[in-house]
C-alpha cells in the first residue's frame, strides 16, 4: 500500500502521524496539538502552518524539526571520536557548527568561522594557522564574506577544531545552513578618513544577538547583514538580505541631522537582484533592533517549501515592500521613519585600489597596508608569518575584506617599508595589477560539489595570460564562482563566469567551462551583467577575457573611461564584434 504514495506524500503523511501522535500525548487523541513554547516557537509554527495550508515542507526543515542541530552537539562529538562522517541530515545539522562535509570532491570537512567585520588580532590569526595544520590541510581560504575557511579536517578532528577556535575568543556557530552569516562591514572602520561612520561596535552587536539568539537559528533560508560606512572600500552590502549603508542627513523634514543608516533590502545576486531601498532610515544605535524584527517577519512567513524561493527577495517580491515594512513595524512595535531623498547627502565613492597597498589612516601617522593573497589562498607559514608582521610593525589587528584579501592596519609611516618588505619575504605582495587587484573566484570543484569547474586554477590562467599581453591602467573586476549559488558574485564583476560543464560531441566526456558575463557592478554602479559568451572551455577562457579587454582598450571614450562604463554603452552584439576584431 505504501508504494501507491509519491515521496512526497509519504513525507506529508509521517508529519500528519507525527503531529496526532504528539496531540495524544499531550492529554488524549481528541485534544489539539500542544502550542509550541520556547526560542523554537516561531519556526515550529511556521512549519505546522505550512502543512495546514497542504503544503509540503522540504527535507531540511524536517531534518530541523525531527532534531534541532543545536541540540545534536553529542552526537556530533561521538561521531568524530569515531571517525565517522555524517549522512545528508547530520551533514546538513552539523552546518549549524560551522562544519561542510564536503564529500565527493574531498573526503573531509571545511570549517567556516564568525568574524564581526571580518576582523581579528595577531594572536587569533596565528592560532588558526597552528589549527590549520594540526587539524587540517595546512592553509586557509578568505571568503567573499570577510572569513575564513579552513580545510581537509578529518572527522576525528572535527569536533576538537571547533572547541579550539573557541577557545581563541572565535565562533563557528551558525556560519553555514539556514542561519544568519558571517557579518560584514567596512574593513578600514575606524581608521579610514573617508567613513561616516565606524561599523565595528554595530557589527559587533548583531554578532553577539545573533549568537546568543537561538530563535534566530534555523531559518527559512541562509541570511546575509553587512554594514557599510561609507569608507574607502566597499563591503558590497547591496549584494546582501539586510544592508546598511551609512549616510548623513541635513536639517528639515521633522529629523535630526547628522548620521544615520538607510535600509536597503532583498539582495541575492546569484538571483539577480540588489538591496533595495526602501526609504526608512534608522539611527545606529537601532540597527540590531529593527534587524531582528525584519528576521522575525522572515521566520514567521518565508518559504519553507522550495529551497530556490526562500530567500527574503522571494518574500519581497510577493507581498511588496510596504506591506513588509508594516509587518516588521507591528513587530517592533514602533513605526519605521522615512526621509526625503533631498535630505540624503551622496555618499562618497569607494577606492577600488584601496584593499592594495599603503593608505594613510585618519590617526596622523598611521597606515594600513592591504596583501594581495593569491586566489584568497593563505598557508600557515603565511598566516603565523602576517601575525608576527601585524604585531611587530602595526597594531596587531588584521582585517579581511570582501575582495578575497587582508588588511594590516597601525603601521607607522617609518616603519611601513620594513612591513612591505617583511610581506614579501613570505612570497606575497602588496602591489596588484589592475586584474589581480579585482580577481575574486569560490573555492571551485578541487573543494566544493556544487562547482562545476576548477574557478581557482582558470582565475590564475586568465590573470597570467592577460597581464602578459595587455597593458591595463583602469581597475577590473573579474569574479569566477563555480555554480548557481554565485558565492564569488558573477554578476557583479566587470567581467564574470560562472562554471558548466560542456559536452563537445556524442560519446564525448563532458570538459569544464564557463558562461561570462560583462557590464556588472555594485553600489552607485549596481548593475547585473549581461551574458556574452556560452559555453567557453577553461582553457579558452583566457583568450576570451583578452579579447573583451583588448576591445576595451581600443575603443574606449578616453583614457578614464571604466570598462564598466564601456561595457554598458554597447549592446551585446556590439560587444561581440568589438571582440572578435584582429588584436
Sequence with gaps: ?????????????????????????????????????????????????????????????????????????????????SGQYPKPQDNFRWRFHGLFYVAPNQNSYMCRLRLPNGILNHWQLAGLAMLATTHGGGYSHITTRANFQIREIPAE??????????????????????????????????????????????AREWH??????RTLHGL???????????GKIAALEDTNDIGFQAVEVVEGGGVEPGVWFRLALGGITGHQDFARPTGVYLRPADATRVADAIVRVFIDHGDRTDRTKARLKYLLDAWGFEKFLAAVEETLGTPLTRIADDLVKDRAQPDRLAH?????????????????????????????GLA??????????????????????????????????????????????PIRAGLVSCTGNTG??????????????????VEARLTMDQPVNIHLTGCHHSCAQHYIGDIGLVACKITPGEDQEPV??????????????????REIFRDIPSEDCPSAVESLLGAYLRHRDHDAESFFAFANRHDVATLKTLASEPA
Design 1 to 81: 500500500m505504501d508504494s501507491d504514495f509519491s515521496p512526497e506524500q509519504r513525507r506529508y503523511l509521517a508529519g500528519l502521524v507525527a503531529g496526532m501522535n504528539a496531540a495524544r500525548s499531550a492529554g488524549g487523541g481528541s485534544a489539539a496539538p500542544a502550542e509550541p513554547v520556547g526560542p523554537d516557537a516561531p519556526h515550529l509554527k511556521a512549519m505546522a502552518r505550512t502543512e495546514a495550508e497542504g503544503r509540503t515542507l522540504v527535507d531540511q526543515e524536517i531534518f530541523k524539526r525531527d532534531e534541532h542541530p543545536h541540540d545534536a552537539y553529542a552526537r556530533m562529538k561521538t561521531q568524530a571520536e
Design 157 to 202: 578532528k572535527a569536533v576538537s577544531l571547533i572547541e579550539a577556535i573557541q577557545d581563541l575568543g572565535l565562533h563557528t556557530k551558525g556560519s553555514g545552513a539556514d542561519n544568519i552569516r558571517n557579518v560584514t562591514g567596512t574593513p578600514t572602520a575606524g581608521i579610514d578618513p573617508q567613513e561616516l561612520l565606524d561599523t565595528r561596535p554595530y
Design 208 to 213: 553577539y544577538h545573533v549568537l546568543n539568539n
Design 220 to 230: 527559512p533560508r541562509k541570511f546575509n547583514v553587512a554594514f557599510d560606512g561609507a
Design 356 to 384: 592594495i597597498g599603503a593608505h594613510a589612516q585618519k590617526q596622523a601617522g598611521l597606515n594600513w597596508i592591504g596583501v594581495v593573497l593569491p586566489s584568497g589562498k593563505l598557508t600557515a607559514i603565511q598566516m603565523r
Design 388 to 433: 608576527e608582521i601585524a604585531a611587530q610593525f602595526g597594531d596587531g589587528d588584521i582585517r579581511l575584506t570582501v575582495w578575497q584579501n587582508l588588511l594590516l592596519s597601525g603601521v607607522p609611516d617609518a616603519r611601513v617599508a620594513d612591513a612591505v618588505a617583511a610581506i614579501e619575504t613570505l612570497g606575497l605582495a602588496t602591489t596588484a595589477t
Design 448 to 465: 566544493c560539489k556544487f562547482a562545476a569547474s576548477d574557478t581557482k586554477g582558470a582565475a590564475e590562467l586568465i590573470a597570467t595570460q
Design 512 to 529: 569544464e567551462g564557463f558562461h561570462i558575463y560583462v557590464g556588472g557592478g555594485s553600489g552607485a554602479d549596481a548593475k547585473i551583467g
